[in-house]
Structure formats: structure tokens, C-alpha cells
């Protein structure tokens, strides 16, 4: 029973990681940019929906809501007007800029809310589990999480794969100057798909706030976590991140079980070990 609850654990912590990586997954595969201050949104995420649940007394999930659509609009001016500028053939401006904008969050957050940690309420449901049988029991929150990492990546998928504008975001991510040639405005596609990503960015500040405490600083942690996950899935794959935040979970409790410095430190080895053998992660969507 020990090792099917760590499998069964590992798992769903691999839900929280898929989370957390999805949006970075999502805006390296539409525009090759790598988001250094993709950790710090998520913690922006879960502060704004307890501002929504303390301040404006909502209930969580409406505050979550509420959140997704600030952080769309937050994604969206960002990227149309400061991170369109950076982007080109050259990788190192938008690194800079976002490494910047990683300081500048953590540092506003601290003057903000200080560095006492946080933790979103969900009631209830925080300390309910579902019986599996035979000793087996998992939370309510964990499985609400694994689930929504499940939900969001079927509805990227829809996005990408039946709709005009998934179609313009893979021309745009495949041949930019093609796309823009066929009437393409590139600008908007990539600002659309940054707005996007934010709003996988607060779901994932939700369920972070929901399973552990937070504070202005952790959003580096979070980011190493979310870099792994989509690098053992494979860049720009949604369902290899899904994957990747799986074995990396997975990683994690086993290593637990073994002894609990090893915790983070597994994940790390098998990071370390995929990267050595499948540099591209284990399922890579095809780039040029």
C-alpha cells in the first residue's frame, strides 16, 4: 500500500508541476520566449486571488476568476507593449527583460504584502480526502488540481488544433514571416498568446496558494520546477508537460520515501538524466 500511495501521491503532485509549466510551455512553443519571471506571475496569481477573497470578500473561485481575467489583460499589455520590442533572432534581450521583470515583481510584492507567507482558504474541501479503499485515500485538492492540469491542456489542445485562431498561432510559431505575409499581425497573435499563458498562470497561483503556503519570493523555486517539467516532456509538447510534471512528482515522492533531503533532489537527478539522453525531452513537438 506504502508504494501505490506514493505512485498514487506522485501523480497528482505531477498535476501542480503541469501547472505550473503549461504556460511556460505554451508561450515557448508560440514565440521560442523564455519567461525568467514565469514563477513570480504565479505567485502575482495567487496574491490577486486572495486580494479578491480577503479584500473584496469574494468566494475563492469567483476571486480565482476575477484573477484569470486581470492577469489576461496584465499578459496581454506586457507582451504588446514591452516584450514585442525584445523579441528577434537574438534570445538574450527578452532573457534580460523578463530577469528584470522577475526582480521587479518579487521586490513590488515585498513593499506590497511583506514577506509573511500565505495560504488561500478553500474551507472544507482544504482537508477533504476521497477513500479509495484498502487504506488508500487521496485530497480533495490534490485531485482537483491534477484535474485541472488535465482540463486546461484538453482545452489548449482544442484551441491549437480546431480553432482559427490555434491555426494562426502554429503559422505564426512555424514561419513568422510567412504569417505575417498572409496577413498575420504577429504583435497581436503573440501578445493573445502571453495573455493566455498569465491565465494559466493564475490557475496555477491558485492551486500553489491551496496546497502550500507562498510569499513574494518563491517564485524562482517554482519557475526551476516548472523549466524541468517542460523539459522532460519535450518544448512546446502540452501533453509531454503533463508528462514531465508526472515522472518529476513522481521523482519527488519516491525520493521522499528513501529519505526526505532526497525529496527535491530526485527530481533534480532525473531532470539531469533526461536532459543527458533526450536533450529534447522525452516528447518534443517538432520545430524548425
Same mark, same amino acid.
Given at each position: 500500500m506504502?508504494?501505490?500511495?506514493?505512485? /498514487?501521491?506522485?501523480?497528482?503532485l505531477?498535476?501542480?508541476y503541469?501547472?505550473?509549466?503549461?504556460?511556460?510551455?505554451?508561450?515557448?512553443?508560440?514565440?521560442?520566449?523564455?519567461?525568467?519571471?514565469?514563477?513570480?506571475?504565479?505567485?502575482?496569481?495567487a496574491f490577486a486571488?486572495?486580494?479578491?477573497?480577503?479584500?473584496l470578500?469574494?468566494?475563492?473561485?469567483?476571486a480565482?476568476? !476575477?484573477?484569470?481575467? !486581470?492577469?489576461?489583460?496584465?499578459?496581454?499589455?506586457?507582451?504588446?507593449?514591452?516584450?514585442? &520590442?525584445?523579441l528577434?533572432?537574438d534570445?538574450?534581450?527578452?532573457? /534580460?527583460v523578463?530577469?528584470?521583470?522577475?526582480?521587479?515583481?518579487?521586490?513590488?510584492?515585498?513593499?506590497?504584502?511583506?514577506?509573511d507567507?500565505q495560504?488561500?482558504?478553500?474551507?472544507?474541501?482544504?482537508?477533504?480526502?476521497?477513500? /479509495?479503499?484498502?487504506?488508500?485515500? !487521496?485530497?480533495?485538492?490534490?485531485?482537483?488540481?491534477?484535474a485541472?492540469a488535465?482540463l !486546461? *491542456?484538453?482545452? /489548449?489542445?482544442?484551441l491549437?488544433? &480546431?480553432?482559427?485562431?490555434?491555426?494562426?498561432?502554429?503559422a505564426?510559431?512555424?514561419?513568422?514571416?510567412?504569417?505575417?505575409l498572409?496577413?498575420?499581425d504577429?504583435?497581436?497573435?503573440?501578445?493573445?498568446?502571453?495573455?493566455?499563458?498569465?491565465?494559466?498562470v493564475?490557475?496555477?497561483?491558485l492551486?500553489?496558494?491551496?496546497?502550500?503556503?507562498?510569499?513574494?519570493?518563491?517564485g524562482?523555486?517554482?519557475?526551476?520546477?516548472?523549466?524541468?517539467?517542460?523539459?522532460?516532456?519535450?518544448?512546446?509538447?502540452?501533453?509531454?508537460?503533463?508528462?514531465?510534471?508526472?515522472?518529476?512528482g513522481?521523482?519527488?515522492?519516491?525520493?521522499?520515501? *528513501?529519505?526526505?533531503?532526497?525529496?527535491?533532489?530526485?527530481?533534480h537527478?532525473?531532470?539531469?538524466?533526461?536532459?543527458?539522453?533526450?536533450? &529534447?525531452g522525452?516528447?518534443p513537438?517538432?520545430?524548425?
Open positions: 506504502i508504494v501505490l500511495d506514493t505512485i /498514487l501521491q506522485g501523480v497528482l505531477g498535476g501542480l503541469a501547472l505550473f509549466a503549461t504556460g511556460l510551455s505554451l508561450i515557448f512553443g508560440v514565440m521560442r520566449l523564455v519567461n525568467l519571471a514565469h514563477g513570480d506571475f504565479m505567485v502575482v496569481g486571488v486572495l486580494i479578491g477573497v480577503d479584500a470578500g469574494l468566494p475563492i473561485l469567483l480565482a476568476v !476575477v484573477a484569470g481575467v !486581470v492577469m489576461f489583460g496584465l499578459g496581454y499589455l506586457l507582451q504588446s507593449l514591452l516584450l514585442n &520590442r525584445t528577434g533572432k534570445i538574450l534581450p527578452p532573457l /534580460l523578463t530577469f528584470g521583470l522577475s526582480i521587479i515583481l518579487q521586490n513590488g510584492m515585498l513593499e506590497a504584502f511583506s514577506a507567507t495560504r488561500l482558504d478553500f474551507g472544507a474541501l482544504s482537508s477533504a480526502s476521497v477513500p /479509495l479503499g484498502g487504506g488508500l485515500a !487521496v485530497g480533495v485538492i490534490p485531485l482537483m488540481t491534477f485541472s488535465v !486546461v *491542456i484538453l482545452f /489548449l489542445n482544442w491549437f488544433y &480546431r480553432t482559427e485562431l490555434g491555426r494562426a498561432f502554429r505564426t510559431s512555424d514561419k513568422p514571416e510567412i504569417a505575417q498572409m496577413g498575420i504577429n504583435n497581436r497573435i503573440f501578445a493573445l498568446a502571453m495573455a493566455l499563458a498569465l491565465v494559466v493564475a490557475i496555477a497561483g492551486y500553489l496558494g491551496a496546497r502550500a503556503t507562498f510569499d513574494p519570493l518563491i524562482p523555486s517554482r519557475l526551476i520546477f516548472a523549466f524541468e517539467a517542460v523539459i522532460i516532456g519535450g518544448l512546446g509538447s502540452f501533453w509531454g508537460t503533463l508528462a514531465g510534471g508526472v515522472i518529476l513522481l521523482a519527488q515522492t519516491v525520493g521522499a520515501q *528513501i529519505s526526505p533531503e532526497w525529496q527535491t533532489l530526485a527530481g537527478v532525473v531532470f539531469l538524466v533526461v536532459l543527458v539522453l533526450r536533450p &529534447r522525452l516528447f513537438r517538432h520545430v524548425d
